[in-house]
């Protein structure tokens, strides 16, 4: 893991207001939330970092329970403008995808329809297998499923992971 990812991800969690005051309990391993990603800045030098905010929503009128540390499950890719996925040198991804064991009731939040979860992420270009200026596109994904039901919540990896439209950055030349 690039060591300037794991410092900046500790920026600017946020969260919606949550409700939990529903008693019903529910299985929530049906549904998944809707990934987006965004960027302020889309021009970057190569050796800097592009901040980027990434939301898990609730598009159901179902309530969502998702897994509160969005430290792990995000995983982002970035593709060349051929759209070939970049390969990320020294990054298996597994830090991102497994939290620590076993997580606690109150890990977990519940989101009503409309609800996010959302993180602020800087990542620097050499951390997505970016080498030189160009275009690239990124995508953020989202690999954590809420499995059980209130009294029982648990996390298990989907299959095929839900993932965001992607954004459009600019690299150019590193700083002087």
Not at 96 to 122: H, I, K, N, T
Request: proline residues 9%; hydrophobic residues 40%.
């Amino acid at each position: 893991m690039n060591s300037r990812m794991g410092k900046a991800t500790i920026l600017l969690p946020f969260l919606a207001v949550v409700s939990l005051a529903e008693d019903v309990q529910k299985d929530f391993s049906q549904r998944l939330p809707q990934v987006e990603i965004k960027a302020q800045v889309t021009t970057v030098p190569l050796d800097g970092d592009v901040e980027v905010e990434v939301r898990l929503l609730n598009p159901s009128s179902d309530p969502l329970m998702l897994y509160s540390n969005m430290l792990q499950g995000v995983v982002f890719r970035a593709s060349n403008s051929e759209g070939k996925f970049l390969y990320q040198k020294g990054s298996t991804h597994y830090h991102e995808l497994c939290p620590p064991p076993p997580p606690r009731p109150y890990d977990f939040v519940r989101l009503a329809q409309g609800q996010f979860l959302g993180r602020s992420y800087l990542i620097a270009p050499a951390y997505l297998g970016i080498e030189s200026p160009g275009y690239y596109s990124i995508v953020a994904s989202y690999w954590l499923q809420v499995a059980g039901d209130d009294s029982d919540p648990h996390l298990s990896l989907m299959e095929q992971p839900v993932t965001s439209s992607p954004i459009r950055i600019k690299v150019i030349a590193k700083k002087r």
